[in-house]
């Protein structure tokens, strides 16, 4: 197994530029996560997906989109990128039925808009 | 999610000392879970508590669950090089699927 992988690894953006930051797991996990974490700050959620076609917004989901058309796929899209949304990006996925498990996390992508 | 707060932010210790971060509620906490994070790398699940005064042990690592539910602790006994990194709790409400990250405590260990 894989486990999750994201890609890109690393991303410049320039202000105004959109991009997708792709998440994959092959754990068969019903439940996945988009997190951003900024230096000395923890981990924030930003939208969160409990199965296939069925999304919910996290702590902080100004500025991102996401969708979840297969169980093992959940992109995350930046419209109209900005400075406050450089950080690194964390996708995780997890099974468990009534409350969150073990969370299992990709590498990260790290982000920077300038 | 609630708010936790974890202390200290930081902690420097030298090889062979122990190290404890807690995690503190102001409200009673569901369930707890810590992760450790490497420099430059991902957080990866060390445990998960969910019992009231719960006591777990992963070799040098001990992890408690307050009586009341309301804070946490993970404990490293005479630490080494590798335990280099920021342990994170981070906790969910009752029957959520949403976790709530601490700020961490970034742990150097000094040889």
């Known amino acids: 197994n894989a486990g999750v992988t994201q890609t890109p690894k690393f991303r410049i953006l320039k202000i105004g530029q959109s991009m997708t930051l792709q998440c994959t797991q092959d754990m068969n996990h019903n439940y996945m996560y988009w997190y951003r974490q900024d230096p000395g700050m923890g981990l924030k959620l930003i939208y969160y997906?409990?199965?296939?076609?069925?999304?919910d917004k996290g702590e902080v989901p100004n500025g991102y989109n996401v969708s979840r058309s297969t169980t093992e796929d959940f992109p995350l899209r930046l419209e109209l990128a900005a400075p406050s949304q450089t950080s690194v990006y964390f996708c995780?996925?997890?099974?468990?039925?009534?409350?969150?498990?073990?969370?299992?996390f990709g590498p990260g992508t790290r982000l920077t808009v300038t | 999610g609630q708010q936790v707060m974890q202390i200290p932010q930081y902690q420097h210790v030298q090889e062979g000392e122990d190290f404890t971060t807690y995690c503190n509620s102001s409200?009673?906490?569901?369930?707890i879970q810590w992760y450790k994070q490497r420099p430059g790398g991902h957080p990866v699940f060390l445990i998960q508590l969910v019992k009231s005064g719960e006591v777990k042990k992963q070799k040098r690592l001990t992890f408690q669950f307050g009586e009341a539910k309301k804070n946490s602790s993970l404990h490293i006994t005479a630490t080494q090089t590798t335990d280099v990194g920021t342990y994170f709790c981070?906790?969910?409400?009752?029957?959520?699927?949403?976790?709530?990250f601490g700020k961490g405590t970034k742990l150097s260990v000094i040889p």
């Open positions: 997906s409990v199965g296939a076609g069925i999304t």
């Open positions: 981070a906790e969910s409400g009752a029957g959520s699927y949403q976790l709530t």
């Open positions: 409200t009673t906490l569901s369930n």
């Open positions: 995780a996925s997890s099974y468990l039925a009534g409350g969150p498990g073990e969370q299992y």
